[in-house]
């Protein structure tokens, strides 16, 4: 059998007049409510925010992406 409550100042409050014995063994599950807007609208991506930042950085090799490891390694540029 379960029980719905709330906390009150720390204390599990149950909603109903249920009495339990004290030492009675209990488990409290966190009640989360459903968001009604969806997350993806207050969370910006990745892009947004780093968009600030694309196209800073002038004088960079054109072929910078295909041969990153090159630039910062030394291995062998891919044609």
Do not use: C, W
């Not at 694309?54 to 044609?79: E, F, R, T, W």
């Amino acid at each position: 059998m379960s029980y719905r409550g709330h906390i009150e100042d720390g204390v599990v409050v149950l909603d109903d007049d249920v009495q339990l014995p004290n030492g009675t063994a209990v488990n409290v599950e966190p009640v989360i409510p459903v968001l009604t807007e969806p997350v993806e609208d207050e969370i910006p991506t990745l892009y947004d925010r780093l968009k600030p930042f694309v196209g800073a950085v002038q004088g960079l090799p054109p072929d910078l992406a295909k041969n990153h490891d090159h630039y910062l390694h030394g291995a062998a540029k891919l044609s």
